[in-house]
């Protein structure tokens, strides 16, 4: 195991995250604004940080407010703010009970208020009320099915905003006629504002047809009342919504090349929009590991090659794990035995899937310590239990909840 390889990709990344805290940026385009009789209302796994950062600019601007993010998310009380914990990726009842409220809140503003609206990654799950007859197990049921069957972010969101009182443009049309200012951390690859926390202050771009095609391309059982709401359209046109990405995934992948330069290393991004199976992600960043190693190409070592993207499992097996675990243990079969090389695979936001990981820093021993262990990688890996594979041998990679959400970052460093 090469510990100065690993403590400098772990350097970089935590670099690379720090570059994106929602903070400076909050407070930077908060400045620009002239912002007055705000009320806050802040959603997602980032929803605490951003709320704080406003607070700390407009002070008593802020009339009253509210933040719903996700469990052990929050830092604390906010003063004149009500705090919210939730379910994610899954939404609970907090979750509608806390969207209700942030309902009563911005009820009842006229043109002279302005709801200053947070949003980060997470969002879709921590801000939901059902639609009409939409129950919220059948919410549950449906949400669920479609993070196992491989569909991809855009995909499920167009079911989500069509079954939602909140979501693809539905909240701002219910504060209409009050100014809606938004202000985005974006954890989707293309930045689609209808996309991000499934829109609920951005004119919707999917239909309801879109929504019925998802849920037949993935076979999702639905009952007949879903299918009945599902038709109902979301709003394709917003006149009191206006809208700021303050931070994304470019930028952090751009930080992560600027400070492995700074150690020394020939840096360069190979993409910031990987969305493919997170397996054959890993077994094709593995791939590139190996040719820099073997063969000093693409670039030669000592480099770094930045990744970022938001990548899916298929779930087939019973096992435990995220997609950036996932990732990285493939990635780690790529490489076994190869000496100073390393790749690392994390969620910015210090969470992936349903564990206390971030993700996974594997090297060329990582297989090895697994099947020391008396475990096999390969079967771990075919029953998605990548998190106990990793767990063994001392890969897993735990940080916390970071305060901000922009995607996932994958890191390849060779010497």
Known sequence: MNQRLRQDALTIVEESIRSVLPDNAVKQKLKELNLSRVVLVAIGKAAWRMAKAAKEVLKERIKKGIVITKYKHSEGEIEGLEIYEAGHPIPDENTIRATERALEIVKDLSEDDTVLFL???GGSSLFEKPKGSVTLKQLQSITDQLLKSGANIEEI???RKHLSEVKGGRFAQKVFPARVVCLILSDVLSNRLDVIASGPAHPDLSTSEDALNVLKKYNVRVDENVLKELKDETPKSLSNVESYIVADLKLACEKAVEVAERFGYRGAILTTSL???AKEAGFFV?????ELVLHDRPLKKPCALVLGGETVVHVKGKGKGGRNQELALAAAL??????NVVVCSLGTDGTDGPTDAAGGIVDGKTVQRIKDAGLEPEELLENNDSYNALKVSKDLLITGPTGTNVNDLILILAK
Request: glycine content about 10%; some cysteine; aromatic content about 0%.
């Open 275 to 277: 969305d493919c199976e």
């Open 157 to 159: 969101n167009a079911v």
């Open 119 to 121: 949003i980060s990654g």
């Open 286 to 290: 593995g791939s590139i590991a190996k």
């Open 334 to 339: 790529k490489i076994d035995s190869l000496d």
